[in-house]
């Protein structure tokens, strides 16, 4: 079966396939690529099947089980549910089942969606190739020598290798944009207070948010729609209406206007992605929208400001796992303060540690004005470019990542390098604004290139809007990769 | 208050005590500051809590606006600067009771800045100016039993709403900052945020204390006491510490700048050791909440919708109504009292009089069932009919006290309880001139005391009629006919 | 402004984090800080006098709750994720100081 989610939940509501077939296939396809890919950290078989049994009862007796009834899908391991380890990939709480649920995943149920599998991820999103999983390395299904990117690298790989299913990922600095770019997936990191973060395992709460990985732009409407709105869990979460978004993402795009920033196409932008990018921007062209130049000047000061921002309140959030009421204790420890050091090095990988330690270091009197001050000041800078830009255009177009996916293991001895990777995406995060990754060709290694969009803040159609539009033009985003589930090479 | 006063080590010393309050008042919000756990003392250990208040991995706080509302009635009562931002900032430390790891505080931007509490100490106008007022959440219990090496933590009061009101170092005595918290305490009441019940602990104190030579313009070290959780332990926490720090200048050794634990058991101040010398408490805004914002207008109404103050309400009883300072003082004490006596006087405007029957015999009532006036469920309309009786002479001011306890046990109109018991005043002139004329020719000697002038025989005379007629005359009465009689 | 990343700094950090280091790792996070420091100094060139700090990400503010309660949990769930509880408390090894309840 190689189909959209859209296919999954027609043929169920007309009764063609019970929820029960459905989560059979999606368990399946988990099964049959994750000993390849390492993806799903959980197949939640058994729970999942007692789900669609349910569904299928009510959908028997003729009961409304919700628009998304009987579609599969998938969560990302730092987002609470109800079955299945919540362990963010992380030693200190690796057996920890929440107790409650995530609003976002509780919309997906309630609207009659059954969960799965969890995905992998970088402990506590924190890294940008799944390589800094506790639990295990997640592989590229173009290239299983190469990473899927991350944090959301279970996710991308499992969406790329399969069909029909949902994927909930959550992006803090490009960690749904980037793998979806990397795996040849359409990712869609929502605006800021468009879902509910109740539920998610905080990294930096003030750039957390949960987002969709889909095969289209539909798809990621699909379960935006399903997921978004104000929440009385989330005091960040915003009223704002929820729109119908997949009609509005189906609109066409003549007369829009694109801003093409030169700050987003920076030196160290692969040649092939910026032609790739800029080969997609011509068909966009082609499709009525308008180009021009904008100015983000101070672009470039984004990612040392997310490193500092993102560090400072994760230092914070990651306090609370300290071996005292949920998590990781250690078994030796001789008084209240050894407990503490003890669990807390045992359970944090070193990416963690040398966030909590960058960030403890910055918010630390002395060093709080010359860096974590600072640092929200360029940020109110970057939002104020944004602001300017987005007033002259509606979407802003620029690669998702400088690079393609890595070979794994490349980047691990040098964090910095591995930060490089987010300078395109965690732009999106520190303004707040709603950008989505869509593929856009291969390179020569045949390896997925993916494209951004940012948009306008509550504007999360638009971006799916323009995502659309290109591919109902193209093909990019139909290809499959040589590690999938249905046994198809080349086209879906 | 009734301890026993301990020799004031100030008393004739070189030295003066400096000292400042961080009082913590628990607001009495429905349910916690930034979840949906009721707002409760006294329940099961950890039953009061939610994913939220646990701290648990994913959740959000989601503050509380019957909360800053609270808070903005007790920042604005006392008079300090609001500013038209405020905001919420995490305090990093660690700690079991505190189960994220930080607590919700505010750091730079708190509600109010300023304001000043004035109070009376020993008759005299004093004032203790405030350094600022801000929300924050309390954070949970921890017990420890003895002879085990674990400690018990218990969350249930963790995520509740806390006014933290520190004072500037305004302070120089132990009754001075016993005076000023137990008027701020009234205050509190007043505004009804908190029942600062300080034995519940929803009024607590850390005091900061240094001592200076006499006159001295600086501060020296101090050091901050924890645990003080009853105006007596204050007042003895205090003693002991300036004792002890002008025993440490006096052999030439230094304060040193700490945290110290008051010991009720043995009177005594200790350092706290164990915990980390060094704080860093990192403070940054709390990117879960929003900021809260005031305009004037909102400012205006909430301060024009105060309720009227302690101070306030003394000058309306001694100018207004005309109560004398001491009866005023004591009603105003009282909030329950003050609230009864309001009651009363709007039904019967005779303010003495009601004053008099609420401080003495209702409050004594309340004393003896260990309880307060309220909790007596009497309608202020019942006991104004009591107190009308005893006026108008219905029943005698002695009588009118053994109506008063079957008032509180049962819902008959107080006059129906008066006839029951048979203590009607004689009203009838005649029947009682009777009376009067049996008792004079029983006792012919006082009569003729009486004649040649001697006072003292009426008050035997009256007496004795008021035995006869076992205290339902109006003595009053029954002296002006005596005199009567005799004077024929 | 330059800041020399001493063993110290880096010592003092790791005890603010409740993170017990090897000698190892601390040489690590030193070398790793004088990286993250040379790698955020570029900001320092930004001048950014008078600009207002972004300290809350959405423009909302008064986002408040009524003061109305949801049911809390029963004991056993509360204590459930728990390393170690004796119900209906969890458990901790003897606090140091006995303080009844940390600083507010």
Partial sequence: MTKSVFDTRDSIRAGELTATAAAEDALRQVEQVNPQLDAATEILREEALEQAAELDRRLESGEEPGPLAGVPFTVKSNICTLYGRTTAASRIIENHVSPYEATAVRRLREAGAVCVAKTNLDEFGMGSSTENSSIKITKNPWETNHVPGGSSGGAAALCSATRGMLHLGSDTGGSIRQPAAYCGVTGLKPTYGRVSRYGLLAFASSLDQIGPLQHSALECALVLEAMAGVDEMDCTSRNVEVKDYVESASRDISGMRLGIAPELFPEGVDSEVRERVEQAIEVLRGLGAEVKEVSLPNARYANPAYVLVSAAEASSNLARYDGVHFGHRTKEAEDLVALYKSSRAEGFGPEVKRRIMIGAFVLSSGYYDAFYLKALKVRKLIRQDFETALGEVDAVVCPTSPITAFPIGERMDDPMKLYAVDVLTVPANLASLPALSLPCGLSGDGLPIGMQLYGRAMEDDVVLRIANAFQSETEHHLQAPPVNAWGGGGEA | ?488 | MSIEVTDELVEKIAVLSRLDLTREELDGFKEHFEKVLEYVGELQELETDGVDPSLFTSEASNVLRSDEGTPSLPNEVALRPSPDSEPPYFLVPRIIGDAESSEN
Avoid at chain 2, 39 to 56: D, I, K, S, Y
Avoid at chain 2, 285 to 298: A, I, Y
Avoid at chain 2, 459 to 473: C, D, S, Y
Wanted: overall charge negative; some cysteine; proline content about 5%.
């Fill in chain 2, 1 to 488: 208050m009734c301890a026993e006063k301990k020799l004031d080590p100030l008393e004739n010393s070189a030295y003066e005590a400096v000292v400042g309050l961080e009082v913590h008042v628990q607001l009495n919000t429905r349910t916690k500051m930034f979840c949906r756990c009721e707002n409760r003392f006294g329940a099961e250990p950890n039953t009061n809590v939610c994913p939220v208040c646990l701290g648990w991995p994913g959740a959000l706080p989601y503050a509380n606006r019957e909360a800053i509302e609270q808070s903005l009635r007790a920042v604005l009562a006392c008079g300090c600067e609001v500013g038209e931002f405020s905001k919420f900032d995490r305090k990093n430390y660690y700690y079991p009771d505190l189960p994220k790891g930080y607590q919700i505080s505010q750091y730079d931007q708190p509600l109010g800045l300023g304001g000043q509490v004035d109070f009376l100490l020993d008759g005299e106008k004093a004032g203790v100016r405030l350094t600022r007022i801000h929300l924050e959440e309390d954070a949970g219990k921890n017990t420890h039993v003895a002879g085990r090496p674990v400690s018990f933590v218990d969350l249930n009061r963790a995520g509740t709403p806390l006014l933290e009101i520190v004072t500037e170092p305004d302070i120089s005595s132990a009754a001075e900052a016993g005076a000023f918290l137990r008027n701020l305490r009234l205050i509190m009441l007043y505004l009804g945020v908190s029942d600062c019940n300080m034995e519940e602990g929803s009024l607590r104190c850390d005091v900061n204390v240094s001592i200076r030579p006499k006159g001295a313009q600086h501060l020296e070290t101090r050091a901050e006491i924890k645990n003080l959780n009853s105006f007596n332990f204050i007042e003895k926490a205090l003693h002991y510490e300036v004792s002890r720090q002008i025993d440490l200048k006096e052999r030439g050794e230094e304060v040193v700048q700490e945290t110290r634990l008051y010991d009720p058991e043995r009177d005594e101040t200790r350092s706290m050791r164990g915990k980390e010398a060094e704080h860093d408490y990192r403070y940054f805004p709390e990117p879960d909440l929003t900021p809260v914002t005031f305009t004037r207008e909102q400012l205006e109404d909430i301060r024009s919708s105060l309720p009227e103050l302690p101070a306030a309400r003394l000058q309306r009883y001694t100018s207004e109504l005309g109560l004398e300072d001491y009866p005023a003082d004591l009603l105003v004490r009282d909030h329950e009292a003050a609230i009864f006596f309001d009651a009363c006087i709007e039904l019967y405007p005779k303010a003495r009089s009601a004053a008099n029957w609420i401080l003495n015999s209702l409050k004594e009532e309340a004393n003896s069932r260990k309880t307060g006036i309220s909790s007596l469920g009497l309608e202020p309309g019942r006991f104004v009919d009591l107190v009308k009786a005893v006026d108008d002479g219905v029943v005698s001011s002695q009588k009118g006290r053994e109506v008063l306890k079957p008032m509180l046990e049962s819902d008959k109109p107080v006059a129906e309880i008066i006839s029951e018991l048979g203590l009607e005043q004689i009203s009838d002139d005649s029947e009682l001139r009777e009376q009067v004329e049996k008792v004079l020719s029983e006792h012919p000697g006082p009569v003729e005391d009486v004649r040649a002038g001697k006072k003292n025989s009426v008050n035997f005379l009256v007496g004795q009629v008021m035995k006869e007629t076992r205290g339902k005359a109006n003595p009053g009465k029954v002296a002006e006919m005596i005199g009567e009689i005799l004077s024929a």
